[in-house]
């Protein structure tokens, strides 16, 4: 019953097209805050890219993911013993790496994030 891949497989075409048009449309404004290396990589993943990420990452081995998996969607109890996690509206079958990434990428101060980029 769950989507496979981060809004469904069938959808990397629609994603695809909006990434595509939204990198165009901000070119300016990527190239003005952005590194040319990092505008190079967003440049090449409009050109047809996201949808090869998408469905890589919607290959085997699957489990469940969260899809929006940040430390703003956890919630601790008072001594900090039991975690959950809320806000689950992107939870799909995919790799696990994905949540992994995304929680490291938004820990992150965004000071540091501008560095590694």
Not at 24 to 52: C, N, P, Q, Y
């Amino acid at each position: 019953w769950l989507p496979r891949g981060c809004w469904g497989i069938t959808e990397s075409w629609w994603v695809q097209q909006m990434y595509t048009m939204a990198v165009f449309m901000a070119r300016t404004t990527l190239a003005d805050i952005l590194s040319e290396s990092v505008v190079k990589a967003a440049e090449k993943i409009a050109w047809g890219g996201l949808m090869h990420i998408m469905e890589h990452l919607a290959e085997p081995p699957l489990t469940l993911v969260h899809g929006d998996f940040r430390p703003e969607n956890l919630r601790f109890s008072a001594d900090s013993s039991q975690v959950a996690a809320f806000d689950w509206g992107l939870a799909h079958r995919g790799r696990g790496t994905f949540d992994f990434t995304y929680f490291v990428l938004l820990s992150q101060p965004p000071e540091q994030r501008r560095t590694a980029e």
